[in-house]
């Protein structure tokens, strides 16, 4: 059975156009409601706490009854309702409500669909990142659409955008076919025992350091950069300029990993985040720093996350491939992402903006000492592997 390249290309364009639709600009919406940094730091909290608790029961699921596209189908359906109640929402109780129950859906959708990609994929894993780069695309045509349609119109319509966009989500999952699974290996290898290598705690740990230090640019970024005088339009740049860059990288990654070892690409990919916050803490007001900071996202987000992906898929095996995607979403995004929503939005006012980044880049720097010690020594991707 061929793979159906497009179909799973399209739900990654749409659902990252939902991200680049939602993550940089809502803490502006949140701002416009009246909620303090402390507050936007919670509520984006929230809405990656779920990420610790979701992705692992509909993973449970996903693997025990192996109709991954339907657990899709459905999380996505009810995350696009969800949503709705923004509109009607009002204080701080609702909002968190809204964003539990939202999220809770949302945050199950992408490690089953990663799962789903890599099983039609199978002996091609190398290929993923082909498919992975078209939710790049999308994210940076919406990052720049909304960006430009919000410094003509007000921020509250930004709720209208993200229901359109998680809608036309799922109506991709409704194309796209199940995925066969291989039969299981007939040495099976637990999944306790899989947790229990200091190389697999190690992976994890690296990855909730650079989490972490990510979510002061996802939840305050756009903030920081109106506080320097910068318009919605070429703050949409500057993020859009990151995601071109990483969708440069997804070209060539699969080659690069056939030359590469993961644990080589990794450690580099670290290094380059210590220099992306420090560039973002000290020189804000720097615009050629700042668009340096922003390619270098191909590296920390880009690079970082496709060899995780191959990880986890080394790692965790057919069996556990749903768990495996499912915790590596969890502990990175998830514990990951609220520490870092709550340190930066609890010392955002008080310390600012250079102190939250240099913090970031601290992070990496354990993160570095970690991966270069403990993460094990995989070999290079090849085209059998």
Not at 143 to 148: A, D, S, W
Not at 169 to 182: F, I, M, S, Y
Not at 294 to 323: D, P, S
Request: glycine content about 8%; some cysteine; hydrophobic content about 55%.
């Amino acid at each position: 059975m061929s793979v159906p390249y497009w179909r799973l290309s399209g739900f990654y364009f749409f659902y990252f156009a939902t991200l680049g639709g939602f993550i940089p600009y809502w803490s502006l919406y949140l701002k416009e409601n009246g909620f303090n940094s402390a507050d936007i730091g919670q509520l984006s909290a929230l809405l990656l706490g779920t990420k610790i608790i979701a992705p692992n029961i509909w993973g449970w699921i996903a693997d025990h009854t192996g109709k991954s596209i339907r657990i899709i189908r459905l999380a996505s359906l009810f995350a696009a309702l969800l949503f709705i109640g923004f509109l009607f929402a009002q204080g701080y109780f609702w909002f968190a409500l809204i964003t539990l129950a939202f999220s809770f859906f949302w945050n199950a959708v992408l490690p089953q669909f990663e799962a789903v990609t890599l099983f039609h994929l199978k002996e091609q894993s190398y290929r993923y990142s082909r498919v992975r780069l078209w939710g790049s695309v999308g994210f940076i045509i919406a990052v720049l659409g909304v960006g430009r349609f919000l410094d003509k119109e007000p921020v509250t319509l930004l709720p209208f955008i993200v229901i359109a966009l998680l809608s036309l989500g799922w109506l991709v999952t409704l194309l796209t076919p199940e995925a066969k699974q291989a039969h299981h290996e007939s040495v099976s290898v637990g999944l306790r025992y899989i947790l229990k290598k200091p190389e697999v705690l190690a992976f994890f740990m690296v990855n909730i350091l650079l989490q972490a230090a990510h979510s002061p640019y996802y939840v305050f970024y756009s903030i920081f950069l109106k506080l320097h005088h910068y318009s919605a339009t070429l703050t949409g740049l500057l993020w859009a300029l990151g995601v071109v860059a990483e969708i440069v990288l997804f070209i060539f990654m699969g080659r690069l990993l056939k030359n590469t070892s993961l644990r080589k690409v990794l450690l580099f990919s670290v290094v380059l985040a210590i220099l992306r916050w420090l560039m973002i803490a000290w020189y804000p007001d720097n615009l050629i720093l700042l668009i340096t900071a922003q390619l270098l996202h191909a590296a920390t987000f880009g690079a970082a996350h496709v060899t995780a992906i191959h990880f986890v898929h080394l790692y965790f095996g057919q069996r556990h491939q749903g768990k495996g995607q499912a915790l590596y979403t969890s502990l990175s995004f998830g514990v990951g992402g609220v520490l870092g929503s709550l340190y930066s939005g609890y010392y955002w006012e008080s310390k600012g903006g250079v102190f939250v980044y240099s913090i970031a880049a601290l992070l990496c720097g354990l993160a570095f000492i970690i991966a270069y010690g403990w993460v094990g020594r995989v070999s290079k991707i090849t085209q059998s592997a």
